[in-house]
């Protein structure tokens, strides 16, 4: 009997895989013509290393998860650095000591900024929304500054309709550290994403359709166990309404000649511009090269689902739909999407690995 996995995301792959190792058949399959699921990678026509759904940068605090995926990849050591621009300036992103002495003329030192943040904080209890996260930790100017605009671009909503998760991603710091990630292991695939999903998927007791629709093998004649990491609300056709997802639209350039277009490997835009962030991925790789590969991300409704959208209503539908899929004896729902939870790619392979567990 062959397992069908319908995903060749983190998820999909992961679990493909874990199966495909204890002797299990598999039928991994994606809509999409390659596997990677968002983490893909390719080269573009220049010959530059990009990311087509935006830019993926890998961390973890989890040795398990490393380890695991270290079986399919060397590692290339990179930290993370976002700044963001406003009124033609730049600051560190997360806000940071240098941000606000920056931002405000100031000479602070940790202690000094402790104070102020303190002083200018809007303390909100209970901490509900994901407004309520940032003027709790930071007071309404920086909140309006760096967060509120950014926030509504990105989620078409305002920061007080979204769930608090959405900005407690983002720590506050006292210190200079300017890494967007403080995680232990912080990396990137020596050789991209892609060729660590080929390597992942490279297995004798796996088969792979690209650019097969789930609803197409549903049809077939046969009968099996199915891991899913499609939307949630599709597998059932949506018969509750709709979960939203957040879609985006990446706008790729290559910039022949240009060596370097941006001092870090992402520039925020908060409040200028219809784009949220310009990517530019050789700070990202490493890669060598006399031009350089940029990408605009302008955030949608409409359009490849890429993030849920947290809040209240919606996670009450997601229960309803979770609901559903508690009932589905023989499907088990994975991933970004197919648990609607806005996790990280190290979460995604966390849970999957529990999930193969649980499958075996
Ligand atoms: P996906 O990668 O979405 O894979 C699901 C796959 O299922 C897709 O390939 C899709 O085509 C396929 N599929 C869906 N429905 C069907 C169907 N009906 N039939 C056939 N195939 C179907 N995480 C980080 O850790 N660091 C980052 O820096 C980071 N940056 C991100 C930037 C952006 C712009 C986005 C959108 C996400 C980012 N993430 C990041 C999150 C990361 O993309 C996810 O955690 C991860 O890709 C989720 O893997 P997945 O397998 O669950 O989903
Ligand atoms: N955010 C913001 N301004 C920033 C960075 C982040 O308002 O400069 C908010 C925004 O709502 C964003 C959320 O914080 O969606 C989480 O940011 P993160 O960088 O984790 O988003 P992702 O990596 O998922 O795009």
């Known amino acids: 009997m062959e397992t069908v996995v319908v995903g060749a995301g983190f998820a999909g792959s992961v679990v493909a895989e874990r199966l495909a190792s204890a002797g299990r058949q598999v039928l991994v399959i994606d809509r999409r013509p390659h596997v990677g699921g968002n983490a893909y990678d390719e080269t573009d026509a220049a010959g530059v290393l990009v990311h087509r759904y935006g830019p993926h940068i890998f961390h973890t605090q989890s040795d398990e998860v490393f380890d695991y995926l270290s079986r399919f990849t060397d590692w290339r050591p990179y930290h993370h650095r976002v700044l963001a621009s ?4 730049l600051y560190p992103i997360p806000i940071n000591l240098d941000t606000v002495n920056r931002l405000y003329g100031l000479e602070l030192d940790e202690a000094g900024v402790a104070a102020h943040y303190e002083r200018v904080r809007e303390h909100r209890d209970p901490i509900r929304t994901a407004e309520d996260v940032v003027l709790n930790a930071v007071g309404r100017d920086l909140y309006e500054t760096f967060f509120r605009s950014y926030t509504r671009k990105q989620w078409g909503r305002d920061p007080s309709e979204l769930a608090s998760r959405v900005t407690s991603r983002i720590p506050v710091r006292t210190s200079r550290d300017d890494r967007y990630f403080a995680d232990r292991h912080q990396a990137m695939p020596l050789h991209g994403f892609t060729a660590m999903f080929e390597r992942m998927l490279h297995h004798r007791n796996i088969r792979l359709e690209l650019g097969v629709e789930w609803e197409e093998v549903r049809a077939r004649p046969w009968r099996g166990p199915v891991v899913y990491s499609g939307p949630l609300d599709a597998y059932f056709g949506c018969p ?63 359009g490849d689902p890429y993030y849920p ?9 997601a229960a ?18 197919g648990r609607f939870t806005y996790l990280n790619m190290d979460q995604v392979v966390a849970a999957a690995l529990q999930a193969a567990g649980r499958l075996l």
């Open 86 to 89: 406003v009124k033609g300036r």
């Open 240 to 302: 509750l309404g709709r979960l939203p997802y957040r879609s985006l639209r990446f706008e790729h350039e290559h910039l022949p000649g240009v060596e370097r277009f941006q001092p870090v490997g992402v520039v925020n835009y908060p409040s200028e511009n219809d784009f949220t962030r310009i990517t530019e991925f050789k700070h990202l790789t490493g890669q060598v090269h006399p031009g350089t590969s940029i990408v605009r991300e302008y955030s949608q409704a409409e």
């Open 309 to 317: 959208v947290h809040d209240p209503e919606s996670d009450r539908l």
């Open 320 to 337: 309803a739909y979770g609901e559903l899929a508690a009932r589905e004896r023989d499907t088990m729902f994975i991933g970004r999407l």
